[in-house]
């Protein structure tokens, strides 16, 4: 079965960390940048993170950089995000995202936190609360 599966949510105090993990089944990671994205209740989704089909890239939303940390691990078949200093308003649902648009920037050569469509695939997500 074709699939994504992200783990390693949880509940942690403000300034804590977690390290998410998103393995791909079925197909290999190798063609694709991955991308993280959250959602909190009654927001729209928005991109986190992505790291393009080889790793040697790494792009971060205004609000994760400096904090987050995305990286890549192809024997493994695992992308994974290390969130450091968390604060409450990280609090969402976490998802991984397998783009076939393997550098993770558009036409201008940015990264958008934004674009959401054209996903091959998307994992199911992990629930991360930060929270005293």
């Known amino acids: 079965e074709v699939q994504l599966q992200a783990s390693g949510g949880g509940t942690v105090q403000p300034g804590g960390s977690l390290r998410l993990s998103c393995t791909a089944h079925?197909?290999?990671?190798?063609?694709?940048?991955i991308k993280w994205f959250r959602q909190a209740p009654g927001k729209e989704r928005e991109g986190v993170s992505c790291?393009?089909?080889?790793?040697?890239?790494?792009y971060y939303a205004d609000s994760t950089k400096d904090r987050f940390s995305i990286s890549k691990n192809n024997a493994d078949n695992t992308v994974y995000l290390q969130m450091n200093r968390l604060k409450p308003e990280d609090t969402a649902y976490y998802y991984c995202?397998?783009?076939?648009?393997?550098?993770?920037?558009?036409?201008?050569?940015?990264?958008?936190?934004?674009?959401?469509?054209?996903?091959?695939?998307w994992g199911k997500g992990t629930q991360v609360t930060v929270s005293s």
């Open positions: 995202a397998a783009d076939p648009n393997i550098s993770c920037v558009g036409s201008d050569n940015k990264y958008d936190p934004r674009e959401l469509h054209g996903m091959d695939y």
């Open positions: 079925g197909f290999t990671l190798d063609y694709y940048a």
């Open positions: 790291i393009n089909y080889s790793g040697s890239k790494t």
